[in-house]
Every structure is written in C-alpha cells, then in structure tokens.
C-alpha cells in the first residue's frame, strides 16, 4: 500500500487497521511501532490507538460530549482526538 494513499492506521486488538479511499487492511504492527517509522509531519497521532494521515483531514468538529473528532477525506469515518493531542488541532 502506497503511504500516500493510507488515509488512517487504527489499532484493532491483535491487529491494526490501514484505511485508504478504497479499501481496508489488517497488519501485525501496532500503532508505537508505526510512530517511530513513519514521517510525524504527515501521520499525526491523534489517539494511543490512531494515527491520520494530515493531508486526509477534512475537519475537526466537537460532539455533544466535547470530545474531538477529526472528520476524514474520502470516508464517513470520524475518529476521536484523546486530551493529550487536542493541542495539534488548536490552529485549524
């Protein structure tokens, strides 16, 4: 899978899921792994759980609760920000 079309990774118990446009795949690497390899530039950690793709993101909205959610390009897919990066989403 090309990186520059995974949209997120999303940890899934043993595995992790890569989202692109298309389709969806399941690897053997967890999320810390992927942290460390690939750019922090382009893949944001927004959760312990989940990285997104920066170019992917097509807004970040609150829900009732207050929670983060970031809203991702080409998927109906919201995926929650944890307290701790809250703090990337501060200049959009």
């Given amino acids: 899978i090309p990186v520059e079309e995974i949209l997120f ?4 118990e043993k595995y992790t ?8 795949a399941l690897i053997r ?3 810390r792994e992927l942290v460390e390899e690939l750019d922090p530039q382009l893949f944001w950690q927004i959760h312990r759980s989940t990285l ?4 992917a993101i097509s807004g970040v909205v609150r829900d ?11 998927s109906n897919e ?4 944890s307290r ?3 703090h990337l989403f501060k200049q959009m």
């Fill in 64 to 74: 009732m609760r207050g929670r983060h959610l970031v809203q991702v390009k080409d």
């Fill in 84 to 86: 701790s990066f809250v």
């Fill in 29 to 31: 690497k967890p999320i």
């Fill in 52 to 55: 997104v793709n920066s170019k």
């Fill in 17 to 24: 899921c890569v989202q692109t446009a298309g389709y969806e």
């Fill in 9 to 12: 990774f999303k940890s899934d």
């Fill in 78 to 81: 919201k995926l929650e920000v």
